[in-house]
């Protein structure tokens, strides 16, 4: 098998080994179901399309590191996330006492803008720039409708589990603060996506 079909399949395995460790005792049974379910979707429409397309390792890679944190996260609970040594160096940047491991989940579903502008060059449906937009502004809308879920599930859930869901962390600008750092991730993964050009190299 060679490196560009056993890496995704690699990758693969270790998500669903998270998943099974994540799933075990984790803090709130009902915030988990709530935080795993958009990984499976992700992770199954992946797996389910790879015959019809198949990502650069790279934009694989990138994918997986959403699902492993989002995982993580769903164990915990993002606000108890054990993060105490990131939480110090980026409060020290971002001048806030909270536990930033929501943040940098956050920042780190930017990273779809990658495989996304890779799959508009690589299926031909636009040029350079036009790819680079979209997926800018792909992200930015999944970012604000995932805060709508946010919302919404606090509010039908109420109580401990909304809050947790909701990871807010007393922070009235939260939602905004959450959609800068999708937006900030998302331009970081094009810069890249520019740099290398994974469109195109043969797979």
Request: aromatic letters at 18%; glycine letters at 8%; proline letters at 3%.
């Amino acid at each position: 098998m060679d490196q560009h079909r056993w890496f995704p399949l690699c990758l693969a395995l270790f998500i669903v080994a998270v998943a099974i460790w994540s799933g075990i005792a984790p803090h709130s049974r009902a915030v988990w179901y709530a935080e795993v379910a958009p990984i499976f979707v992700v992770l199954f429409a992946l797996l389910a399309t790879y015959r019809l397309f198949q990502f650069s390792n790279l934009a694989y890679f990138l994918m997986s590191l959403w699902m492993i944190l989002h995982l993580v996260g769903a164990h915990y609970t993002f606000e108890q996330v054990p993060f105490d040594w990131g939480s110090r160096l980026l409060s020290g940047w971002l001048g806030e006492g909270r536990n930033h491991f929501d943040r940098v989940a956050h920042f780190i579903i930017g990273f779809y803008s990658f495989p996304m502008a890779e799959w508009l060059l690589r299926r031909k449906l636009c040029g350079p720039i036009l790819a680079g937009f979209f997926s800018l502004f792909f992200i930015m809308s999944i970012a604000a409708s995932y805060e709508v879920i946010e919302w919404q599930y606090a509010v039908i859930a109420g109580g401990d589990d909304g809050t947790a869901f909701l990871g807010w962390q007393g922070d009235v600008w939260d939602a905004q603060k959450d959609i800068l750092a999708d937006t900030l991730g998302a331009l970081t993964a094009l810069a890249l996506f520019y740099l290398v050009r994974t469109d195109k190299r043969a797979l």
